[in-house]
């Protein structure tokens, strides 16, 4: 519960009422600024932010009020029932369905959700949730431990993406971590979870699917692991075993699965490394190249490309990348030794290479194409799998970050060169887990560079 850092003091009703009619008592107390200041035991300071924020939307000075004073559930009651006066939410809100509030603001508070940002979300969240007011007690009076979770309920295009929060909050076993989700990217394995075109691998789970492969968050059921609550990690996640991804207020995983955030990188950042950067650690240790070796790596702009770019150069290899125009200094500052122009095709390679690299990282996928740049006896990397038969010698690896291992050290590694800046996580933009269908819309698009992020502030 948030308290009033100068009195520490339950807000009155009195005072809930000023607050929330403060237009109409701003404007009289100028008269007698002191008296009012006394009467409800305000501060100068606290006056102010009161007439700055009589200027703005009913649910920011709610917010506001929630940082700033304790508030009882007959309180929390009285402000859901202005927001809903004022048509920022519906009813519902505060109903038994634990449906929550991300799906019931109307299209007037939902404009302004947006537009007031993480803070407003964090503190309306908090007013909303006070004394069970979307979670209500159990048989009992313990109160039902759910989460709020992006779902895929039934498999079809972005528009069957919906925020469940009914589902129950996941128990670690043996060797496992509970983390409080921060933030969990959006990849392209998740619109092929949506889209059903990697059905076969999720059948024997139940709906809804919950999608999502990397988590950044703050370790809130350490078990006997190690770990210790309150540390911020960033782990892989497999959601092919349980159906239960990352994309969710809190998510259980394989604590060999994961790392504790250095102190220099922060957890949005975090959260745009573990799949992709794996899969370009993977990548790069199955071609075991030695020092000095030439790299060609397709879809640099990517996430995965992009990492094996700079873990390429990290380890001494000459790197060998295409870009548009417009991504021509994004992939020189990655670190590529020479830059052809995407729109001359592959041949651009063979003009820097004419034999042939000794390794092709095909992170975007172009199979027989990639095959040509690499030289007799050289080696390929498919980054996700494609049918492709091999010819003058080549060997063709194909990475499965799922089943790689030992997953710790490799993301250790990967955390402390993002902390040295070897490594850049990029973020390419935040979501709330009501707005997930922009970002599979988004991605399906293309042009994305770096990592979309679900985030979960409140």
Known sequence: MITDPSSHRQATDEEIDWWLQAETLLARARDRISAELKRFGLTQSAYLTLDRLARTDVPLRIAELASSVRLSPSSSSRLVDKLVSDGYVTRSVCASDRRGVYGHLTDHGRALHAKAGPYYRAALAQIIDHHDLINPPAPGGRKTPNMRAVAVPAFGDASVLTVATDLPV?????GQIRVRTAAAAVNPTDLLLRSGAIAAYVEHLSTPYIPG????????????????????????????????GAQSEYVVVEAADAVVVPDSLDLDAAASLPMNGLTAHEALSVLDLPEGSTVVVTGATGAVGGYAVQLAKHYGHTVVAAAGEQDRELVTALGADHVVRRADGPDAYLDVLPDGAD??????????????????????????????????????????????????????????????????????????PAEAHLAHQSLEKGGVRGRQLIVFRG
């Open 213 to 244: 492969m990397d988590v950044s968050g703050v370790v809130d059921d350490a078990g006997d692991t190690g770990f210790e609550p309150g540390q911020q990690v960033m782990a892989f996640v497999d959601p092919f075993t349980t159906g239960r």
């Open 170 to 174: 996941p128990e670690p076993g043996p």
């Open 359 to 432: 390794a092709v990282i095909d992170a975007a996928v172009t199979g027989a194409d990639a095959l040509r740049l690499v030289r007799d006896g050289g080696q390929l990397v498919k980054v996700r799998p494609y049918d492709l038969d091999t010819e003058r010698g080549i060997t063709i690896h194909r990475v499965y970050v799922v089943d790689y291992q030992p997953k710790q050290q490799a993301l250790a590694e990967i955390a402390d060169l993002a902390a040295r800046g070897v490594l850049t996580p990029r973020v390419a933009g935040l979501f709330t």
